[in-house]
């Protein structure tokens, strides 16, 4: 992740949830890339195994692993992207898409404000293996 210093908390609440969820999906996308990206192979199977993880019901899967570490202000923040995330989904259930796009919320947030936490809760995730 780029080292960037971290904004204040009240800066952050000011964000609405989806602009902390646009961060967080580029953030959460990139982390994906780098876990798969050795050993070195062909640029489609780098795709399929990234899409294969950053598709809204392994967010979702993602998410729930994670609910019993998470602290009262993260959880603040999930729910502030449960609740941003209104629109019809064509692919998935709408409450995947909700969970998937509180994932997302809740990794820009810590992008934004403690790094090294997301770094943590990020270790935490399970990925299939590259192949």
Do not use: C, W
Request: no cysteine; hydrophobic share 40%; proline share 8%.
């Amino acid at each position: 992740m780029l080292p960037l210093a971290p904004l204040a908390v009240m800066s952050i609440q000011q964000l609405p949830p989806a602009a902390l969820a646009y961060l967080g999906d580029a953030v959460y996308e990139l982390y994906v890339r780098r876990f798969y990206l050795l050993p070195p192979k062909r640029l489609q199977s780098y795709h399929s195994q990234v899409v294969a993880q950053v598709r809204a019901e392994r967010q979702a899967d993602h998410l729930r692993s994670l609910m019993p570490s998470l602290t009262e202000t993260e959880l603040e923040f999930v729910k502030r992207g449960r609740n941003a995330a209104t629109g019809r989904p064509k692919r998935v259930d709408l409450s995947v898409y909700q969970q998937a796009t509180s994932l997302e919320t809740l990794i820009g947030y810590l992008y934004l404000t403690n790094p090294q936490r997301l770094v943590q809760l990020l270790a935490q995730l399970e990925f299939d293996r590259p192949i």
